[in-house]
Nanobody
Framework: QVQLVESGGGLVQAGVSLKLSCAAS????????MGWFRQAPGKGREFVAT????????AYADSVKGRFTISRDNAKNTLYLQMNSLKPDDTATYYC?????????????????WGQGTQVTVSS
């Protein structure tokens, strides 16, 4: 079993930066590809970014490419999402997820464990 706990969300103005963290426990962290997904009010959950178990490869949704950076510290069992140049459209609950495989995926169905989410609200 894997436990995931997100933190770092908040209410910010457009244009600023925010960094989310996801603390993982219960499984060898470096064996798990990880992902960030988000869900805006009234919308479905969507892919944001993903990273391989080693951290060597990443992938991003087009909507965040160039603004968001996913990273991980396997020594600390922690996943990060650095979000720059935030826009009101980035307002959502952000979830981290882990999968029982080392290679990344943008498909939420590929993930086995989910955190409870952290709210990010961007005002204009």
């Amino acid at each position: 079993q894997v436990q995931l706990v997100e933190s770092g969300g908040g209410l910010v103005q457009a244009g600023v930066s925010l960094k989310l963290s996801c603390a993982a426990s219960g499984r060898t962290f470096s064996n798990s590809a990880m992902g960030w997904f988000r869900q805006a009010p009234g919308k479905g959950r969507e892919f944001v970014a993903t990273i391989t178990g080693s951290g060597a490869a990443t992938a991003y949704a087009d909507s965040v490419k160039g603004r968001f950076t996913i990273s991980r510290d396997n020594a600390k069992n922690t996943l990060y999402l650095q979000m720059n140049s935030l826009k009101p459209d980035d307002t959502a609950t952000y979830y981290c997820a882990a999968r029982n495989a080392w290679y990344y995926s943008a498909d939420m169905r590929a993930y086995d464990y989910w955190g409870q989410g952290t709210q990010v609200t961007v005002s204009s």
